[in-house]
């Protein structure tokens, strides 16, 4: 049973690296087209209105990219929590990069008042 479960989380952390892979790729192809507005804006040095509506549009899709990419990385949070309910918390499904300290999860000496 172990090896089917292990099997499945395997699917699903390939899954979930391209999706965050693909958001990441997408972040950075929607910042610099943001860029390349604005120094194509000045290159052709026309009003900083000409095009403004579409930078704005585009500057939406950034910030839904970045929102994309907090979603993706809160889903990922909650697939090791589901991992450690499957009974697989000694199980690694990573890619070995150590995952950065969060909040609640370490161990924080408690501050003291001094003279």
Not at 51 to 71: I, M, W
């Amino acid at each position: 049973m172990l090896n089917k479960r292990r099997a499945a989380a395997m699917k699903v952390v390939e899954s979930l690296y391209a999706a965050e892979d693909a958001i990441d790729i997408a972040l950075a192809k929607a910042a610099e087209l943001n860029s390349t507005l604005m120094t194509a804006r000045a290159e052709a040095e026309v009003s900083a209105l000409m095009g403004h509506d579409a930078f704005e549009v585009a500057a939406s899709a950034f910030a839904s990219l970045a929102r994309a990419r907090c979603d993706i990385v809160e889903a990922h949070k909650r697939l090791s929590e589901t991992k450690v309910q499957m009974g697989m918390r000694a199980v690694a499904v990573g890619d070995g990069v150590p995952k950065p300290a969060v909040a609640g999860n370490v161990d924080v000496p408690h501050l003291h008042a001094v003279a």
